[in-house]
């Protein structure tokens, strides 16, 4: 009987750990690394595709119409929690306000979540962003060969 009272907790806990989606040591709270374009804000889409960011570990960066940005996330992932975004400064800018949307957005987000291609950043406004590049930041392979030639 000894042993079958070691079983029941042993098979518990193994149970829960298996219910565990997320790697253990997963910085990235089984989010991707990666680069993305912003395709969607709250329930609207975005016409252009010069929003990007990129999602590592300790926080987020990227490009807007106007500046570049990059902000510390506090708390683990795929909980969310930016310090005051920091961005290269440039005010005069005629896609100020679709920027300035977004960056609100972006601070007040709390989770992001990844599924089916797609990262979603929650918060009052949902954020929806794509993998990938935008065209005119994309380089092919020939082209990084190259160099500066």
């Known amino acids: 009987m000894p ?5 029941a907790p042993i098979l518990a806990a193994m149970t829960l750990a298996a219910c565990n989606n997320q790697p253990a040591g997963d910085p990235m709270g089984g989010l991707p690394a990666n680069d993305y374009v912003l395709v969607g804000i709250g329930n609207g889409t975005v016409p252009l ?13 990227g490009r807007t119409p106007c500046n570049g940005y990059a902000a510390r996330n506090t708390v683990p992932l795929p909980a969310v929690a930016f310090e ?35 990262l979603r950043i929650k918060g009052p406004t949902w954020l929806i962003f794509e993998s990938g590049r935008p065209a005119d930041m994309a380089t092919d392979a020939l082209s990084q060969a190259r160099g500066n030639q």
Do not use: W
């Open 49 to 61: 595709r010069n929003i990007t960011l990129t999602l590592r570990p300790e926080g987020v960066s």
């Open 84 to 118: 005051t975004i920091q961005t290269t400064g440039v005010t005069n800018c005629k896609d100020a306000a679709i920027e300035q949307r977004y960056l609100n957005a972006l601070q007040q987000a709390n989770e992001m979540e990844y599924f089916g291609g797609v």
């Open 3 to 7: 042993s079958l009272r070691l079983a």
